[in-house]
């Protein structure tokens, strides 16, 4: 069923950068005000899973694809219980979405779960603008909460900023559950949600592993309770500098010998694990045509990408840590930003980027596996000890 938009962009809006520079258009979803980091995706599909990503919360996504919507909103590609975006910013909106899987537009979806966006503004503009300036604090008004620039400007910069923002408790889940293994059960999986996506357990239970997913808030008492053959650490929202009890839980892991997976967040708490640092990038990696290269097999890969804070490890070096020997496994192609990490004498590596792949592209899918491949080699005693 396919339904119109309903009069998308009636209402005046205006988007606010902190630094001054303003872009007016049109409501698209909810008609008010809201804040948050202006961040840029690039990828030219898959916009319901990216609004679904915890890992958004508090980001005003600018979609540098200008026709946005035709495919509508479903129930089946929601990766988590509701929209986390701060924010919307689309330049051509679909009027009518036309797609067979679709139960509503666009428009209706964000409107319903009160979500502010604007379209019909120069967003190949306002990327650029970023990429020379920088992620930057944004308002986005519409409506009534339109007033003069001065005072909106304002508003925008008494928002709270991304750096040293603590946000994973706002999005993980506050109660463990359990994702079945598919097929015959070969493992347990201990995933600690900093912001996991759905698609993230599902890939795991569809090579035997059943999922128990647990509150970031989570001690190594919890982990260990379920008696896991291994440990995930997921993607997730925030300054990676915060995650000081996420970190001390990966320790206890790494202590132990269990083998140990991280994407994302979950690949900057294993840098900082081991002693590296972390920053936050100028405008982050966000979309899904990002090209990464494996070096422990030299192939390159097309990748998923949502960070904005990135591990500082020396790219051509092993570093001794607490844990052994660790290197750089993988790297951005295009600006040597550091995308994993891997020990050389425990069984434990990570990945800064997605791949589950939802929406995306599935090369880097062998991940999974090769987590697999961990639980299937280390000695269970070795685990436990």
Not at 305 to 325: E, I, M
Not at 358 to 369: I, Q, R
């Amino acid at each position: 069923m396919t339904t119109s938009t309903r009069g998308t962009g009636k209402v005046p809006a205006v988007l606010v950068l902190e630094d001054g520079r303003s872009f007016r258009g049109r409501s698209y979803g909810a008609v008010g005000e809201t804040f948050g980091e202006a961040v840029f995706s690039t990828g030219m599909t898959g916009y319901q899973e990216t609004l679904t990503d915890p890992s958004y919360h508090r980001q005003v996504v600018v979609m540098t694809a200008p026709h946005v919507g035709n495919t509508g909103v479903n129930d089946e590609d929601m990766e988590s219980r509701r929209i986390w975006v701060s924010g919307y910013v689309v330049r051509d909106p679909a009027r009518v979405p036309s797609n067979w899987r679709s139960t509503r537009s666009l428009d209706e979806e964000l409107a319903a779960q009160g979500v502010v966006g604007i379209c019909g503004i120069d967003t190949r503009a306002l990327t650029r603008h970023l990429r020379e300036r920088g992620a930057m604090r944004v308002g986005v008004f519409s409506g009534d909460a339109v007033t003069d620039e001065a005072s909106m400007l304002a508003r925008v910069r008494r928002a709270p900023e991304m750096s040293g923002a603590d946000l994973s408790a706002e999005v993980a889940t506050t109660e463990p559950y359990v994702v079945p293994a598919v097929g015959e059960k070969r493992f347990t999986v201990a995933a600690v949600d900093l912001g996991i996506k759905g698609m993230t357990p599902h890939r795991m239970a569809e090579r035997g592993i059943e999922v128990h997913v647990l509150p970031a808030t989570a001690t190594v008492e919890d982990v260990y309770a379920v008696d896991p053959d291994g440990v995930f650490f997921s993607n997730g929202p925030g300054d990676p500098s915060t995650a000081d009890h996420a970190v001390s839980v990966m320790r206890a892991v790494l202590e132990r010998g269990t083998p140990l997976f991280g994407i994302c967040f979950g690949n900057q708490i294993l840098g900082r694990a081991l002693g590296f640092g972390t920053y936050k990038l100028k405008y982050g990696h966000r979309g899904i045509n990002q090209p990464v290269q494996d070096r422990t097999t030299g192939k390159v890969e097309v990748t998923a990408h949502n960070h904005g804070f990135a591990v500082d490890a020396p790219l051509d070096k092993v570093s001794d840590t607490p844990y052994g020997r660790a290197e750089v496994s993988h790297v951005c192609l295009n600006d040597n930003v550091v995308e994993g990490l891997q020990l050389l004498d425990r069984p434990a590596f990570s990945v800064q980027y997605h791949p589950e792949a939802a929406a995306g592209p599935h090369d880097a899918a062998y991940l999974f596996d090769r987590f697999t491949s961990l639980m299937s080699t280390v000695p269970m005693e070795g685990q436990r000890a």
